[in-house]
């Protein structure tokens, strides 16, 4: 679970970066590899989910 946690923050620093470089810069670029992450975040905050369930019925 620790490794699920490190991508979940490494994607949310990735996120934050190009939403950031889409709203200041205009940058459109940025903007498609927001949504790529956002896409990416959401399914491993679903995975993080059903671990941390898993962890607490232990």
């Keep these: 679970?620790?490794?699920?946690?490190?991508?979940?923050?490494?994607?949310?620093?990735?996120?934050?970066?190009?939403?950031?470089?889409?709203l200041v810069k205009g940058n459109k670029a940025a903007g498609a590899r927001a949504r790529k992450a956002a896409l990416a975040l959401m399914k491993d905050l679903k995975e993080f989910r059903a671990a941390s369930v898993a962890e607490a019925k232990k």
């Design 1 to 22: 679970m620790k490794k699920l946690v490190e991508k979940i923050n490494a994607e949310i620093a990735d996120f934050q970066v190009n939403a950031e470089a889409q």
